[in-house]
């Protein structure tokens, strides 16, 4: 299993699957917290295969070929967990998506933590990975009077893209005009040093085009540096870092660069929460609440769909064309199916999103999108 990755259109692909037999989902955590010793790590898998049985045994009308393929399935998750291809490396939780009956067995890594659980549905369950998927990509610039690194991804991954190290002197140790002189070209060589580490930068933007731009510098160099910068890369500086240029690692960078990425995220939920607040209020392209919302994406309008962290409310779903509704029963406008009832009609919501090319957003920062029914849309028409 290579290409495991979460990416935008394995998400959509995901989420439009109807393999046409029920498909067990299975979300694993991957924290250290949660997985730091073998033992750990063993107890979360066993409560995670025994879930999906107490699952498959609790489920109603399920034929007996059904009910044997689930249990097949379970086993092939528990197989799989205790097998060796199973490495909980580089991620923070795992997504398993099984269906023996529809030839399904597909696992994805996820950039972020996840609460562990099971679902049983006709599709793989891609409510936890809505919220995960940042299409922003950052990029973070170290320099000091010698030495340049750049590191480049979204917020929950950052590689070191170019490194490069110039052959400055050091201060000179003579006295008199001649050291003047020598500290002069010593500071001219700092400088060149900056602005060829900016220019790196600029030719990097040039072809990766990231949103957001950090430098870790020493502070004193802060406003040479942001002197040496493209017009574009001082637009999307969001901050400057402390952190050990030469020394750091990825995860390092990462880490520092924490608080400035959760500033922008915060900021951005902010814009879109505004907008549609401002929409919904002028009548203009905007939704909120459930009814209006699921409306709008029944109508494929939605550009971006926001949703409460956590917000959940029944509703039924046609199984067919994919049409919701808030209210339970009755039928499909669509085709004149009958409407099948969920427990969370987010999940479909979701699915409907993804299918249309929405952003989904999952407003973690701010709570007054509660006050607008916990769920709405800025709207492409
Ligand atoms: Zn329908």
Known sequence: ????????????????????????SAYLNLEPSEFATPAARSSAIGSLVDEA????????????????????????????????????????????FCSGAAGLFETVKLPRPVDSGIMIDDSPWVEPLAGMLSADRWAVLLANRRSARLFEGTRDTLEEVESFQDDVRGQSESGGPEQSRAERSVAEEHEEHLRKAAYEAFKHYRRARFDHFLVGIPSELRGTMEHQLHASLRERLRGFLEVDVERSSADDVARAAAGEIEAAERRREREKLDRLVEAVGTGGRG??????????????????????????????????????????????????????????????????????SAEVLVVRHHDDLDEHGSIGATLRF
Do not use: W
């Open 1 to 24: 299993m290579q290409t495991d990755e979460l990416t935008p259109e394995r998400l959509r692909r995901l989420a439009e699957l109807r393999p046409g037999g029920r498909v067990l």
């Open 53 to 96: 049985g107490r699952k498959v045994k609790a489920e109603h009308e399920l034929s007996h070929d059904e009910r044997q393929g689930l249990e097949e399935d379970v086993k092939r998750l528990r197989d799989y967990l205790r097998g060796p291809s199973f490495s909980a490396d580089g991620a923070h939780g795992l997504a398993v």
């Open 287 to 356: 939704s909120a609440g459930l009814d209006d919302t699921l409306g709008a994406l029944n109508e494929r309008r939605v550009e971006t769909l926001l949703l409460a962290e956590g917000f959940s409310a029944p509703g039924s779903v046609c199984s067919s064309d994919g049409f919701v509704a808030a209210q339970e029963g009755g039928t499909c406008p669509v085709d004149g199916g009958e409407l099948v009832r969920r427990d969370d009609i987010v999940e479909s919501a979701i699915e409907l999103a993804l299918g249309q």
